[in-house]
């Protein structure tokens, strides 16, 4: 099917193959930290994969050492390493608290 990233509680998004996560969020104006610019080197974009784990590209080892082992294990990614190639769902999680506008 058509590439899809679905934001749990925010909506949905058709992309083009290997659009990353993270390019989805930006085109429908999530907010999604990513502080390194989406160079794989900080972690602020992570995000929780709730369910099309395999519609993404597979963790190359930059995004494994950013992540830690804990993480992947539990479905975590980062949204600017993460291709997407199906229909993918996921949350982004709030570490730090939500701040205002």
Known sequence: GIPTVVFVDQGEVEVDAGTTVLEAARAMG????????????CGTCRVEVRAGESSLSRP????SLVLGPNALDAGDRLACQAGV???????IPR???????
């Open 95 to 101: 570490y730090f608290g939500v701040r205002g506008d």
């Open 30 to 41: 999530i907010e999604l930290d990513h502080f390194c610019g989406g160079c794989c080197s």
């Open 85 to 91: 190639h199906g229909r993918v769902e996921v949350s």
């Open 60 to 63: 190359q080892p930059d995004e």
